[in-house]
C-alpha cells in the first residue's frame, strides 16, 4: 500500500541539539528503507500561540531550523517541509473538517486548555492532526484517501494522533500508524 512519513518541530530555539535531531535521524532512516515520500511540518503558529514570542522571533528560528533539517540529509525529491502559517492556505479545508469533528471539551480534557486561553489554542489541534492525512498535500497525493501515514515522534506528541485516529474513519482515511520515542535523557 502506498505510504508516506510525517514528522514535524515547533521552532522555540536557534539550533536543534542532539535530543531534537534523533528523530529526525530516525526517520531519514525510515524515509531510506522504505523510500517514500516525507511530510515535515513546522509549527510556527504553535509557538506563537503558547510562547511569548513574536512573529518575527519565530520565523527566524524556522529559518535556522529548517537548515539543520535539511543538513540530516532527506531525499530532496520526496521530502516537502512546510510551516503552518504559510501552508495553512491549502490545510484549511481538511484543517475545518477535522475541527468539526473535535469538541471544546475534548481539547480541554486532552490538552488542558481552558476557558481562559485564546482560542487558537483550542483549534491549534487540527492543524497538527491534518498532516497525518493525504488530503492535505494534493501535490503530492492528488485525491487518493488510501494513502497510510506513519509518524515518528516523541512521546508528547501523543495526544494529537489519538485524536486523529479517532476522527479518521469520519473523514473516510486510514488512521495513522505512530512510533513513539522516548525523550533523550
Not at 2 to 28: D, E, N, Q, V, W
Not at 75 to 92: C, E, Q, R, S, V
Not at 114 to 129: E, L, N, P, V, Y
Amino acid at each position: 500500500e502506498p505510504m508516506y512519513l510525517y514528522t514535524g518541530r515547533g521552532p522555540s530555539s536557534a539550533s536543534l541539539h542532539l535530543g531534537h535531531l534523533m528523530p529526525f535521524i530516525f526517520t531519514k532512516w525510515l524515509q531510506d528503507v522504505f523510500d517514500c515520500p516525507l511530510v515535515i511540518q513546522l509549527t510556527d503558529d504553535e509557538k506563537y500561540l503558547w510562547k511569548d514570542l513574536t512573529e518575527e522571533e519565530i520565523h527566524e528560528m524556522l529559518i535556522n531550523n529548517v537548515k539543520d533539517i535539511i543538513a540530516v540529509g532527506f531525499k530532496p525529491d520526496k521530502t516537502f517541509i512546510f510551516n503552518n502559517l504559510a501552508y495553512m492556505g491549502t490545510m484549511h479545508p481538511l484543517v475545518v473538517q477535522i475541527s468539526k469533528r473535535i469538541t471544546a471539551s475534548t481539547v480541554k480534557a486532552t490538552f488542558g486548555v481552558s476557558d481562559s486561553d485564546c482560542i487558537g489554542k483550542f483549534a491549534f489541534c487540527a492543524s497538527q492532526i491534518a498532516p497525518s492525512f493525504p488530503a492535505c498535500f494534493p501535490h503530492i497525493f492528488g485525491r487518493a484517501k488510501k494513502v497510510r501515514v506513519l509518524v515518528p515522534c516523541c512521546i508528547d506528541q501523543d495526544p494529537f494522533f489519538r485524536l486523529a485516529r479517532d476522527v479518521a474513519h469520519r473523514l473516510k482515511f486510514p488512521k495513522a500508524s505512530v512510533l513513539h520515542s522516548k525523550f533523550f535523557p
